[in-house]
């Protein structure tokens, strides 16, 4: 009874950003619970070598290339995965980035305005396109990855408009979850910590940043992107039934100190 509520089979699921990283781990999770996956990135070279690796692995997947900042780009996209799977069950919002070393009081404008174009307008243009379509077929699940960036002040790094930008994907998950609880489409979010990803890997060569991050964390250690991808996985399923504009911290601890 109870593991087969983790299980996606027949349900048909969309994630941005879904070449590498978290993205590329929440395929694999979401595809091996059952679910037809459905990988969407910016980039085709790598959103191709991606979406051929799963299908490698025996997994049910195709790709769409979207850029999450256009909102013609959204529709377009969004109507063309339901045009060729008839629906979608869950939406993984995962697209996002980070440019920080920025302190905000010479914080250039086009830096502020690209990080939150990505990370919460292009979170909100999907969640409007693909939960439309939820609301109309009775029902869905939506998953914003967040950050623990959304809770604390990242140190020693100046990013305000990262932090302010995750803190706005925490309260939109909420403010969705309100609107949609009722029409049965939940909508929650992941709070990762610091991930051993591509995108992080200059903190092996910065020692200071090092010690905040990992010094920082009572695990004492970085994230993996399997770890984010598990509680996106009981996020998006049944086990979840019950959560709705919930924030979940998957930190290592860190906004414990």
């Not at 990262?162 to 979850?177: C, D, E, F, I, R």
């Amino acid at each position: 009874m109870y593991l087969d509520k983790f299980k996606l089979t027949g349900k048909v699921a969309v994630i941005t950003g879904a070449a590498r990283g978290i993205g590329l781990a929440t395929v694999e999770a979401l595809a091996e619970a059952g679910a037809r996956v459905v990988l969407t990135d910016m980039n085709p070279d790598l959103l191709s070598s991606a979406t051929a690796a799963m299908k490698d692995k025996g997994y049910d997947v195709d790709g769409e290339v979207l850029d999450v900042t256009d909102v013609a780009s959204v529709q377009k996209v969004h109507d063309a995965i339901l045009a060729r799977h008839g629906k979608v069950d869950v939406l993984v919002n995962n697209a996002g980035i980070a440019i920080s070393n920025h302190p905000a009081e010479t914080m250039a404008d086009d830096v502020w305005n690209k990080v939150i174009d990505v990370n919460l307008n292009g979170v909100f243009w999907c969640c409007r396109a693909f939960g439309h379509t939820m609301l109309k077929q009775g029902g869905g699940s939506i998953v914003n990855v967040g950050s623990m960036s959304g809770f604390v002040v990242n140190r020693p790094q100046e990013q305000a408009n990262y932090n302010a930008s995750k803190a706005a994907v925490h309260h939109l998950t909420k403010s969705l979850a309100a609107e949609w609880g009722g029409r049965n489409v939940r909508v929650n979010s992941v709070a990762p910590t610091y991930i051993d990803t591509e995108m992080n890997k200059y903190v092996y060569e910065d020692a200071e940043m090092y010690r905040h991050w990992v010094g920082g964390t009572p695990m004492n250690r970085l994230g993996k992107t399997d770890e984010v991808a598990s509680v996106i996985l009981f996020l998006a399923s049944d086990a979840a039934s019950l959560m709705t504009g919930s924030i979940v911290l998957a930190d290592g601890g860190y906004v414990c100190w």
